[in-house]
């Protein structure tokens, strides 16, 4: 899966070092497709992450089958 980032998410990726490409492509693949509730062609990943345990959620758009766009991400607890 490729990712492309958002101006936003190059701005935050600064100071979310923790939250690698690595946990977003596994956030994306194994989370159920959520709509956001503010965009509608925005989707949601909303995913535990085994090696931490940390919940991370993904603001995404799907772009094609193999291509996403990341907004943002970050972890919730």
């Known amino acids: ?6 101006k936003h998410w190059k701005k935050k ?6 939250v690698t490409d690595d946990f977003i492509i596994y956030a994306v693949q194994n989370s159920a497709i959520l709509k956001d509730k503010y965009w509608e062609d925005t989707l949601n990943a909303i995913c535990r992450v085994p090696s931490s345990g940390r919940l991370l ?4 758009r799907r772009l094609s089958k193999d291509r996403i766009k990341v907004i943002t991400a ?3 607890d």
């Open 1 to 6: 899966m490729k990712l492309e980032y958002s």
């Open 13 to 18: 990726k600064l100071y979310r070092k923790d």
């Open 57 to 60: 959620k993904v603001v995404y």
């Open 74 to 76: 970050f972890w919730l």
